[in-house]
């Protein structure tokens, strides 16, 4: 079978693409927990962190990487937050 015409899905417990029909991940051995798409990379140690606001129930909290961990803001998307997190560690300033 051509390489570029083989169907992939993603295994929910180690994140390596297997073969659409496998039935066990052929890396960590998991049977039938499955994705169409890789899951999410978390942020490396150190990073910062973002995380879904519980009180609201909208929004994405970001904090700073530093050991204080002070609050950067609310924002509408994850993507939004880490962005501000990035601002943060860069100039010194969440918000552009």
Do not use: W
């Not at 039935?23 to 169409?36: E, H, P, R």
């Not at 798409?37 to 929004?59: E, I, L, Y």
């Amino acid at each position: 079978m051509n390489e570029e015409n083989l169907q992939y899905k993603y295994c929910t417990n180690c994140n390596r693409k297997v073969p659409y029909d496998a039935v066990f991940c052929c890396y960590c051995g998991a049977k039938g927990q499955f994705s169409d798409a890789p899951a999410r990379q978390k942020r490396s140690h150190g990073s910062g962190t973002v995380m879904f606001d519980q009180r609201s129930r909208k929004g994405f909290i970001a904090r700073d990487p530093s050991p204080n961990r002070t609050y950067l803001g609310t924002y509408p998307t994850v993507e939004a937050a880490e962005q501000a997190i990035d601002n943060f560690k860069e100039i010194g300033c969440p918000n552009l």
